[in-house]
């Protein structure tokens, strides 16, 4: 996965893949990207490799802000419960602010997964 910390930059080949994708898709990935690096480095979910934007409830996009209270994410196959609040530069590359809240410590059981578009 790319990560968009200040360690690592774009390749040109990446942030050519980038900037064919439409502006709301770019700043939905650009907001995942940088959901998976810091919860793996500020959490004790270290291999956190998805994020679900509308996992329990419809996220919402607003110009270049977006913002999912049910959202998801997954470490080490398991599913978790996420919120966050995402808002990204005018070419939408890089994030402005990001705020996150992990909303449960427990798995989502592999029960509920099938009903809210969760896979391993």
Request: aromatic fraction near 10%.
């Amino acid at each position: 996965m790319i990560s968009l910390t200040p360690a690592y930059a774009l390749s040109a080949r990446e942030l050519a893949e980038m900037k064919q994708l439409t502006p709301t898709d770019r700043m939905i990935q650009v907001c995942f990207l940088k959901l998976e690096d810091r919860i793996s480095r500020e959490t004790a979910y270290r291999n956190v490799d998805r994020v679900m934007m509308d996992a329990f409830s419809r996220g919402e996009i607003e110009g270049r802000s977006l913002r999912a209270d049910g959202a998801a994410f997954r470490d080490k196959g398991q599913w978790f419960r996420l919120r966050f609040r995402c808002a990204v530069t005018p070419d939408r590359l890089q994030v402005e602010n990001l705020h996150y809240d992990v909303i449960s410590k427990t798995p989502i059981p592999l029960g509920e997964w099938e009903k809210h578009k969760l896979f391993p």
